[in-house]
């Protein structure tokens, strides 16, 4: 895409320490990603990474001095809540390390990626996302090599079948590539924090999908605690001051 485009390659060596740090954060981030599927269902998998913007929201704080008002925090305390009661089913006592080894893991999975985009914004600012997203995967490929390339993986890709090849072509294309660009772009035109309330709609998307194409169950308590963490996500991002300011236009008009 890069090629096809006519970026300019030139590297910017101030950045590339930058994108190698993207790198190993983004091959740990789909690591634990993958590992925690293993062990949990696609549909809490979706409620969980709703949490993201949450994570955001902390590290924005931390990093670039956002503000976290009293509704961010409470909206914060709110997704929180809504994210043990997933995990634990309403029962809190059944919560441990071993048994939700795979929600923990889906946990970590977003935080990583709150802390990808946290970072990702920094580079951005320096270097053109559709470049950054071109050395990210070749560094993120350097990486992984030594792990992968063996004569079990090799004789694995050997005997793919049709339907093998399409999956990885979609998620190489389509949720790595061209989401990877788009999320950089989004981040170099808006604040982190806006960026991440467009995650409110992931786990509904990965919830019908789950029901659709795996035939998971979706229990009411597994809606509800997914509504919850929605609507704490949602308090975490809203702009108090910007909606009186509309407010107030609209009554000037």
């Given at each position: ?62 990093v670039f001095k956002e503000s976290l008002t009293l509704i961010k925090t409470s909206g ?63 560094m993120m490929g350097i990486i992984i090599s030594p792990f992968t390339i063996n004569d ?18 979609f998620l190489g294309i389509l949720c790595s590539g061209a989401a990877y660009v788009m ?71």
């Amino acid at each position: 895409m890069a090629v096809y485009t006519k970026r300019d390659f030139s590297v910017n060596l101030k950045s590339h320490g930058g994108i190698l740090i993207l790198a190993l954060i983004a091959v740990f981030h789909l690591w634990i990603q993958v590992t925690g599927l293993q062990y949990t269902t696609a549909a809490k998998t979706g409620w969980i990474i709703g949490m993201t913007p949450v994570f955001m929201a902390l590290l924005g704080l931390a990093v670039f001095k956002e503000s976290l008002t009293l509704i961010k925090t409470s909206g914060i305390l709110v997704a929180f809540f809504g994210l043990i009661l997933l995990i634990s089913h309403g029962d809190l006592s059944s919560i441990d390390l071993i048994s939700n080894k795979g929600d923990f893991l889906i946990l970590g999975s977003s935080f990583t990626w709150a802390v990808y985009s946290i970072v990702n914004k920094k580079i951005s600012l320096n270097y053109p996302p559709m470049m950054t997203i071109l050395f990210l995967f070749l560094m993120m490929g350097i990486i992984i090599s030594p792990f992968t390339i063996n004569d079990a993986s090799i004789q694995s890709v050997i005997h793919l079948t049709f339907k093998g090849w399409i999956a990885i072509l979609f998620l190489g294309i389509l949720c790595s590539g061209a989401a990877y660009v788009m999320w950089a772009q989004a981040l170099k035109e808006m604040e982190s924090t806006k960026v991440g309330a467009f995650l409110y709609f992931e786990p509904f998307v990965t919830v019908i999908a789950a029901r659709i194409v795996l035939n998971e169950r979706i229990t009411l308590l597994m809606i509800l605690a997914g509504i919850i963490i929605t609507l704490g996500v949602v308090l975490v991002n809203v702009n108090l001051k910007k909606i009186v300011l509309y407010k107030k236009s609209k009554k000037d008009m």
